[in-house]
């Protein structure tokens, strides 16, 4: 880890971040709770002046190439997290035809029981893993790295066939479904 922990040091910077659920749930697989997702990436984009890059939605993680003018993007990051914390949670309590919800809402539970920082559930991991995105070639590899998790984890043969990601954005050339600025 570096000296002082992963933070967003440098806040005009473009920065790489990953989050991931807790336990490794698979939340994502229904498109219910990738909308609350989405739609609150949108919100901090037009509210918030995040700026997206590029982004792969797997099952249970997400991948971020960002920065920020307005403000800085680790506050940015930590409101998102809370917000769709509380949704997401809230989408799975009140969606009875979810098979597993108990299941995930005893994960959660369990998990913000071993948080100070929780009342009541944690849905995300506490960690981002930030890193700053110095030269062209440390980009390219990270949107790479990003836009092939799809391929790699067999859900797709292309990248830019996977629709949760801005792959279709940089190889196709498809509008995704998040506003990116290319780098």
Known sequence: MPEGGYKIR?????????????????VFTRKTY???????????????????????????????????IENNPSDILRDFKKFTSKQIIDAIRKNHSESRREWMLQIFARQGEQNSRNVNFQFWRQENHPEELFSRKFIRQKLNYIHNNPVEAGIVDRAE?????SARDYKSKIKGLIEIVAL
């Open 10 to 26: 440098n806040a005009t910077g473009i920065h790489f971040v990953t989050f991931a659920v807790v336990e490794w749930v698979d």
């Open 34 to 68: 990738s909308d609350i997702l989405l739609e609150s990436l949108r919100y901090c984009q037009k509210e918030k002046g995040l700026i997206i890059h590029g982004w792969c939605l797997m099952s249970n993680h997400i991948h971020l190439v960002i920065s920020s």
């Open 161 to 165: 066939d996977y629709v949760y990601s």
